[in-house]
């Protein structure tokens, strides 16, 4: 089996790859966030950023925003060999992730019963795609959290595999600087 | 074999990991700044500031999305080549989805 760092830039493949990756993400999420920005006014009287409700999307953005706290924790238990440590922040961030997505599902159906959906308007449909694909991507982070977590119990991930907490990590950090984007062009600045 | 390879590469990783990145105290005071930005940002939503409230918006986003890039995603400590690729993707959709809004925007955003 070929040694994991013999490689013609000495850096690890997994993790250039991991960043190709993100930064063509930008060019995904980019698009759903232009397109929203180009209907924000489309949309019948009452059923656009009148119904967004700042003080409980802030409260769900400041949840993910310490997701990343807990998440670059973990990686940092990992480098240090603390895998009992690692695990636990592997968990809590794993479970930040579950309550933004408790949120998100939470606003949605308060929307859908307000008489905004996904095909009400131009606006809400793409508020809908939009969100709805950052919630997907987080809860494929979750997913993956979980797998990490169960990984490192059974020792298929070990002390001296920090990479792989590392990738996971920097796809949960970009997800956390996606949302960070969305809740402030998305929600603020349309609805303020 | 690769194993070994494997631990003797990273043995020298984490003495250098932990060089120079910050500590876990580190980290949660750059969380509790990113925490007062974010309370920053909420309060501006009820503050009255006029012209000044988009700016301000992108502003303190702008600070928060180069602080989690930086710090949380280690760009500020690794390799250089890893920012080049963050800021292709970045820079190409701010270019072209600002082209598109310029294109097509009926909305001006004024200062």
């Given amino acids: ?192 | 074999m690769a194993q070994q390879a494997t631990s003797q590469q990273t043995a020298a990783g984490p003495e250098v990991h932990d060089a120079h990145h910050p500590s876990p105290a580190g980290y949660v005071r750059i969380a509790a700044i990113l925490a007062v930005l974010t309370a920053m940002e909420v309060s501006l939503f009820y503050i009255e500031v006029g012209p000044a409230f988009i700016p301000a918006m992108i502003g303190l986003m702008s600070v928060k999305f180069t602080l989690v890039v930086a710090e949380f995603m280690h760009l500020k400590y690794d390799t250089k080549l890893y920012r080049r690729v963050m800021l292709l993707g970045l820079l190409t959709a701010l270019g072209v989805y600002g082209i598109v809004l310029a294109t097509f925007s009926s909305v001006r955003l004024e200062f």
């Fill in chain 1, 1 to 192: 089996m070929q040694a994991a760092h013999e490689t013609t830039l000495g850096i690890d493949h997994r993790k250039l790859a991991i960043w190709v990756f993100l930064g063509s993400e930008f060019l995904f999420f980019g698009a759903f966030i232009s397109t929203f920005l180009l209907y924000v006014d489309n949309t019948p009287e009452g059923l656009g950023v009148e119904l967004f409700d700042i003080p409980f999307t802030s409260i769900s953005s400041f949840v993910l925003l310490m997701s990343s706290l807990t998440m670059v924790l973990a990686h940092s238990a990992h480098v240090r060999r603390d895998m009992r440590r690692a695990r636990l922040w592997i968990l809590a961030t794993a479970l930040q992730g579950a309550v933004f997505i408790g949120g998100q599902a939470f606003e949605f159906t308060t929307f859908v019963r307000e008489g905004m959906g996904l095909t009400t308007s131009p606006f809400s449909g793409a508020f809908f795609v939009l969100t709805g694909f950052h919630g997907a991507h987080v809860t494929i982070g979750i997913i993956m959290l979980l797998s990490l977590w169960k990984l490192i119990g059974i020792g298929r991930v070990t002390p001296m595999e920090d990479v792989k907490t590392e990738i996971v990590g920097l796809y949960w950090h970009f997800v956390d600087i996606i949302w960070i984007i969305i809740f402030t062009v998305v929600y603020q600045i349309p609805a303020g």
